[in-house]
């Protein structure tokens, strides 16, 4: 069925590039992976816009990454997440900018409620605000990597740098810290999807992770508006959705770092906020998205990993004073 569904997608496209020449695939994109499938002239004539190429161009992977932050809550305390992880992230020698997606259905707080930070905080008010729009390709960003981030996500500056120099490493996967994974019941004949704590895992959530910036423009122009409709109305299973994506594109698993699994307050029990993790149906959804989605892909493309990163000396019993990222062993 994929196999078929391939060659269908494949004919036009070349058709495609032997009539308009100006944005056809070059001989690298067609006989290099992913494959001309996967890449969109339109995104960029430049093979180096692309985190496919690095090793054959030469190029170094980015310097810098922008932080997307979705924020769905009013702001109402100076103490809430939100705040917190502005700071932690914009104190990263690494970070170019951060840009706070404004989905929630309050008005845009006043620029004082926001922190004083070393680099530039933008606030996009999200025009349609549902849950594909945090994968929108917004000119704002000005990097090719990403920080996507929940708003009561809880990450320090190290585990921002440490995360984000392991992605320098692997610049066309998602890398970050909540894994989750897939499995087939057998008993009901279909995929199923669990958060336990298990020996692999085949997914990498977005509240927590970072990944090229290519995916976003992928994402909106590549995927059927009908698994980005249902996960608008479901206002869930966005994160899945990349994840399918990312390895059908890539055919690897994401990358974990560090041992850390708990990465919101709101699982932590610091905040009163309603979350939507907390809703008995937000599982069941998820359930019904995995089969969804790998209906229409025509194959399961999430594959399993038993590999996790951590640090060098990472719990080693040395000096923590020869540990780079000493702090992440506190957290």
């Not at 669990?194 to 085949?202: A, F, G, H, I, L």
């Not at 307050?265 to 069941?284: I, K, L, N, V």
């Not at 019904?288 to 951590?310: E, K, V």
């Amino acid at each position: 069925m994929a196999l078929i569904r391939c060659h269908v997608w494949l004919i036009p496209l070349i058709i495609q590039d032997r009539i308009f020449k100006h944005i056809s695939r070059n001989s690298l994109m067609w006989n290099k992976h992913p494959g001309g499938l996967f890449v969109l002239p339109q995104y960029s004539s430049c093979l180096g816009d692309f985190p496919y190429y690095y090793s054959n161009l030469g190029v170094k992977s980015p310097s810098k990454f922008t932080a997307v932050i979705h924020a769905v809550t009013p702001l109402v305390s100076q103490s809430q997440p939100i705040l917190k992880l502005l700071v932690a992230v914009a104190k990263s020698q690494y970070c170019h900018q951060i840009i706070v997606l404004w989905n929630c259905d309050k008005p845009l707080p006043a620029k004082h409620r926001w922190p004083a930070t070393a680099v530039p905080v933008i606030v996009i008010e999200g025009e349609s605000k549902v849950m594909s729009s945090r994968f929108l390709p917004y000119d704002n960003i000005a990097t090719d990597a990403v920080l996507s981030l929940d708003e009561d996500t809880v990450l320090s500056t190290t585990e921002v740098d440490f995360a984000f120099t392991v992605w320098q490493s692997f610049p066309e996967r998602i890398v970050g810290y909540p894994a989750r994974s897939h499995f087939w019941d057998s008993a009901k004949e279909r995929w199923g999807y669990t958060s336990k704590w298990t020996n692999d895992y085949s997914m990498v959530l977005t509240g927590a992770a970072i990944y090229h910036k290519y995916y976003h423009y992928l994402y909106t122009n590549y995927l059927p508006a009908s698994l980005k409709n249902m996960v608008d109305q479901l206002a869930n299973c966005e994160d899945i959705l990349i994840n399918f994506l990312v390895s059908a594109v890539t055919k690897l698993p994401p990358i974990k770092v560090t041992q850390k699994k708990q990465y919101k307050e709101t699982m932590m029990g610091q905040t009163s906020r309603a979350s939507r993790w907390a809703d008995p149906d937000h599982f069941a959804q998820r359930q019904t998205c995995m089969n969804t989605f790998a209906s229409w892909f025509g194959y399961m493309p999430l594959i399993h990993s038993q590999m996790r990163l951590d640090p060098v000396l990472f719990k080693d019993q040395v000096s923590i004073l020869r540990k780079k990222y000493r702090d992440i062993e506190r957290l």
